[in-house]
């Protein structure tokens, strides 16, 4: 009798202290636990075990179905993991090696200088154009009808690599590399790519209700994409694309998934090997400032002290989801929206209920805890000019102000003072957890954040100052031939502006000698090309991502 007492009273605490978490995991929900709005479903998972999965908000506000954890979204970004691991899996099968030139499935791509491996698109360094400034170019907006065949058309049109592939690294092109992966998962498996999706991996993990799919027309307890502004409006996907996005799922089968990282067997195994880390041919791995990226291309990043935190983000129309997986303490926080104001707060917030005692470090950094030192306005000074990142095609100021050293965009008021660390080393005062690093040098300055790959930015001793008549010797309409795409330059007020008939006026600043800058992504940088009597007879694209992209003047 005693020990069945026991026993009772510790169910009955155990019962209490659920209830009392479910409850604080609610709170964290309570914007969202709406009858009339759009709104979240949400999970966590600690060792291995689902403890939380909920549904706040509406689904669809027509019918007023409630969003439920067997609600399906589309999930965007988070649906790459997939995709690479389909291209795994026809590994272990024997199917591929990761060594074969992709051209052997897809031999429709063009003959490059050097060819593009397998392992280069899953290592992301392909050396292949971003879709979205080509996109742009062309005047297809984020709302026009988008599909595979359209992306496979710009895919092919690329005459020349950014870089030789497998020695450099350019993250938004993700995209072109998951889409190629999907059509030689296709070739190679001689089934469709949803199919070899559904039954090597949906099937086997018990997903049932996650499929990629482009037109949703079957798609049954759907959440509806809204825009939330003055109005609450449908927001429909018109990206048809498979791979990169269109995946649809539920908070009840990505518990499911993320469980999957925390079982044994050969499955689970190759899941498991999303966690490795993208590298070059030459080992080298790639650090951005988001932290390290995974062959699943989530990221990770230290967190308040704890050694590692994955993350990724999803954003397509009106959905809107997160995840963080903290593996030191088997933890899994998620959240799936179907509206565009949830911004990935409560995904953390969800996880801190577990971890906050095991932080190590403020949610803010504590300036007032960092020695920082005192220089002369002489030293700062001599840092003082404009600086270029040739790789992105983006120009910083570095100046000072009120005795600090202080950064900001060029032609821009948004300004970011500067701490001394030391007489050439300087942080970035900024509110959060996001240390960033300036260390000046001779001629140049690196910039680096999380650990990441430092970018280099050049000193400029001077901005080109260009008369009318030097700006008129860019003027012209220029044709890039692979894209049929015709761009015309003008000067205007004393500016070089850009435009066609698919998209608005563009304006130009110069850099150094025939480079300009825009404020656009797809045309932060340009170099216009001169023949051997010193006439403009065309442009390049160079940017982060498209890189060799040329325009004949005509």
Request: with cysteine; aromatic share 12%.
């Amino acid at each position: 009798m005693m020990k069945q007492s026991v026993l009772a009273l510790f169910l009955v605490f155990s019962i209490q202290l659920f209830s009392q978490s479910e409850i604080k995991f609610d709170t964290i929900f309570s914007q969202w636990n709406n009858k009339h709005s759009p709104g979240v479903a949400a999970g966590m998972i600690h060792n291995g075990e689902i403890i939380y999965l909920k549904g706040f908000g509406i689904a669809n506000l027509e019918t007023g179905e409630p969003i439920t954890p067997k609600t399906k979204f589309q999930v965007d970004d988070l649906a790459k993991q997939f995709s690479v691991l389909g291209i795994l899996l026809l590994k272990e099968q024997g199917k591929i090696a990761l060594e074969d030139d992709i051209r052997v499935f897809l031999p429709e791509l063009p003959e490059y200088s050097e060819p593009i491996k397998i392992k280069h698109l899953v290592n992301h360094s392909s050396g292949l154009h971003i879709l979205y400034p080509i996109k742009e170019l062309m005047g297809i907006r984020s709302n026009d009808l988008f599909t595979q065949e359209d992306a496979l058309k710009i895919i092919r049109s690329q005459k020349k690599l950014n870089f030789v592939p497998g020695t450099a690294y350019s993250y938004h092109t993700s995209d072109t590399e998951i889409i190629l992966m999907t059509e030689l998962i296709a070739k190679a498996s001689g089934q469709s790519f949803i199919e070899f999706i559904k039954e090597h991996i949906f099937e086997p993990l018990e997903m049932l209700n996650s499929t990629f799919d482009a037109d949703r027309a079957m798609l049954s307890n759907l959440a509806k994409s809204y825009t939330i502004g003055d109005e609450t409006v449908y927001s429909p996907i018109n990206d048809l694309t498979l791979g990169a996005t269109n995946l649809y799922t539920t908070a009840e089968d990505l518990a499911k998934w993320f469980q999957a990282f925390y079982k044994k067997g050969k499955l689970f195994e190759i899941v498991q090997q999303l966690d490795n880390y993208v590298t070059l041919d030459s080992g080298k791995e790639f650090a951005s400032t988001w932290g390290k990226m995974t062959l699943g291309r989530y990221f990770d990043h230290p967190e308040r002290g704890l050694e590692k935190m994955s993350w990724q983000y999803g954003l397509k129309g009106g959905y809107a989801c997160n995840f963080f997986r903290f593996p030191s303490h088997d933890l899994v926080s998620f959240v799936l929206g179907n509206n565009d104001r949830y911004n990935g707060m409560p995904t953390m917030l969800l996880a801190n209920e577990i971890l906050e005692d095991y932080y190590t470090e403020p949610v803010e950094i504590d300036y007032n805890k960092i020695d920082f030192k005192s220089l002369s306005n002489k030293k700062l000074k001599k840092y003082e000019g404009t600086y270029w990142d040739k790789t992105n095609g983006i120009v910083r100021e570095l100046f000072v102000k009120n005795d600090t050293l202080r950064y900001k965009r060029l032609n821009n008021n948004q300004e970011t003072p500067l701490l001394a660390l030391s007489d050439n080393k300087f942080q970035f005062y900024l509110r959060g957890d996001n240390e960033i690093i300036i260390t000046m040098k001779k001629d140049h300055f690196m910039l680096s954040s999380l650990g990441s790959d430092a970018s280099r930015y050049d000193k400029i001793e001077t901005v080109p100052d260009l008369s009318l008549s030097d700006l008129k010797d860019f003027s012209g309409t220029f044709f890039n031939k692979a894209l049929d795409i015709v761009y015309t330059f003008t000067v205007e007020e004393n500016l070089l502006t850009g435009a066609n008939f698919r998209i608005g006026k563009t304006t130009f600043y110069p850099v150094v000698e025939d480079v300009f800058r825009s404020n656009t992504y797809m045309l932060s940088g340009i170099h216009f090309l001169r023949d051997t009597l010193g006439q403009v007879n065309g442009f390049k694209i160079d940017t982060d991502g498209v890189k060799n992209l040329y325009f004949k003047k005509i």
